[in-house]
């Protein structure tokens, strides 16, 4: 008898293993569909497809359903219906009914503050948008062209050559194109990432949800301006899918809005955050060593200036050069917001803080991440549930970008033909042409860099072909 007391006693800690699947979550997005398995303990899975009819099947190694799948909110998904049933014995066998073809992945994660151990499967939609209203072809190839000039000047300088000579290739717009200028809102969280919890139970990603869609209303109804909704419903994008999605959809600028946290009810105050240097340092040498984005470092949303031909000094200072520029309208930007959301609600810190926030990473795109209150703060978390308190929220984060790019308009925008109608010919304006720099604009004004700079709410030297400046009077 003695002789099987060893082999049973190896198969407790087996049967112990068997994993229960007691909970299912479903979270529809406009590209692809998400389906997460809460589980009891780790658990394999084979996911594969089948056709005639088109079914997607899961089998679960070593699990058994402790779920009702009938609850599952199947609506805007690519699941028709999901059936289950027991494989071998022993595993779970999940069979999802399909109505659209996709490409499924799959993926564990272990157990965090908010669940345990976790079963992801993906079905990603092939050919589809991320964004439910894409850009226009037309806007898209105004901006390409627009980066491509702007590229070229910066590759000028890099090269030391005279940028006042490049004459970059840029078709002629007849007549002015005035296309919108292109703002992604990104509610940060979504789906099974809840984001941060108030007092009273306020999910983060459902208040700054709302926030974005407010932002959005709000952008997309002034003349001049269009919004880009990173996610428009309540499901997870990961963090540089988020900025692929404003560089795919050509983004002039790029906001994430979030709602603060802390261990303590004390903290309060709204923020603003942008890259911060050490950041945008680490970026740098991270696109430098990721040999698929050789091609694309400074060619901007469009890819129009290809590096191949550059050695790796070169390509570190354009890449430098260009991050160097967009996190000068970041902060740029974030002073103007920062100052009007003061107005609204207390303020963290007084200045615009820096971080090296992957949002923020994008090389060429002004990035700016608006904590827009703590909701660990009691106080703070009624506020970020009214209506009123979102809106004025919103109308600052918006008055912030809209003011700067009123002074400082894209070439081929609405903004810069009303400012070449209007405006643009007055004596206290100019219009930066290539080869221009900030000290020689001051001297043949006659007005010290310093004033030039403060007018304009420059944090430096760094300016680009076809932005306006205000010369202030000598």
């Known amino acids: 008898m003695a002789r099987w007391v060893l082999p049973l006693l190896l198969l407790v800690p087996l049967w112990a293993q068997a994993a229960s699947v007691d909970n299912l979550r479903l979270w529809a997005a406009p590209d692809h569909s998400r389906l997460v398995f809460d589980l009891s303990s780790p658990a394999t899975a084979d996911v594969f497809t089948l056709d005639d009819p088109r079914r997607l099947v899961i089998d679960v190694a070593d699990s058994e359903l402790n779920a009702d799948v009938s609850r599952l909110d199947l609506s805007d998904s690519a699941i028709r219906e999901v059936r289950t049933g027991v494989r071998n014995g022993t595993d779970l066998r999940v069979v999802l009914e399909l109505s659209r073809p996709i490409e499924p992945r799959h993926f564990s994660l272990e157990p965090n503050e908010q669940y345990g151990h976790r079963l992801v499967v993906d079905l990603e939609y092939p050919g589809e948008s991320a964004v439910e209203d894409p850009i226009d072809p037309i806007e898209a190839k105004l901006r390409e062209q627009e980066i491509a000039a702007d590229r070229a000047q910066t590759e000028a300088v890099a090269e030391g050559r005279d940028p006042s000579k490049v004459t970059p290739t840029r078709e002629k717009a007849q007549p002015h194109p005035k296309r919108d200028i292109i703002i992604a809102v990104d509610a940060g969280h979504g789906g099974e990432d809840p984001g941060a919890i108030g007092p009273s139970g306020t999910r983060e990603k459902d208040v700054v949800l709302e926030m974005a869609k407010r932002l959005a209303r709000l952008i997309n109804g002034t003349q001049g301006f269009k919004a880009v909704m990173i996610r428009d419903g309540d499901y997870y994008v990961g963090l540089r899918e988020r900025t692929r999605i404003a560089r795919e959809q050509k983004a002039d600028f790029f906001v994430s809005l979030h709602a603060d946290a802390f261990n303590s009810p004390r903290p309060h105050g709204s923020s603003v ?58 902060l740029t930007i974030g002073g103007r917001v920062l100052d009007r959301m003061g107005r609204i609600n207390e303020l963290h810190k007084p200045r615009v803080e820096q971080a090296g926030f992957v949002v923020l990473k994008s090389p060429d795109i002004p990035s700016l991440l608006v904590e827009t209150g703590f909701i660990s703060n009691p106080e703070e978390e009624r506020k970020l549930q009214q209506g009123g308190y979102q809106q004025r929220m919103v109308e600052s984060i918006f008055g912030g970008v809209r003011a700067h790019f009123q002074s400082n308009p894209p070439p081929a925008s609405l903004l810069a033909w009303q ?51 205000r010369i202030p009077s000598s």
């Open 273 to 330: 955050f942008a890259l911060s240097q050490s950041g945008a340092t680490s970026e740098t040498a991270k696109w430098l060593a990721a040999s698929e984005n050789r091609s694309d470092l400074v060619g901007g949303v469009d890819g129009s200036l290809s590096l191949d031909d550059k050695d790796e000094v070169l390509r570190g200072v354009l890449l430098d050069l260009t991050m160097t520029a967009t996190l000068n309208d970041s």
């Open 419 to 469: 400012r070449d109608q209007g405006r643009g010919g007055s004596g206290n304006e100019y219009r930066i042409q290539p080869g221009d720099t900030l000290s020689e604009i001051a001297a043949r004004h006659d007005v010290p860099v310093g004033r030039l700079r403060q007018a304009n709410e420059l944090n430096g030297d760094v300016i680009r072909v076809g932005q306006v400046l």
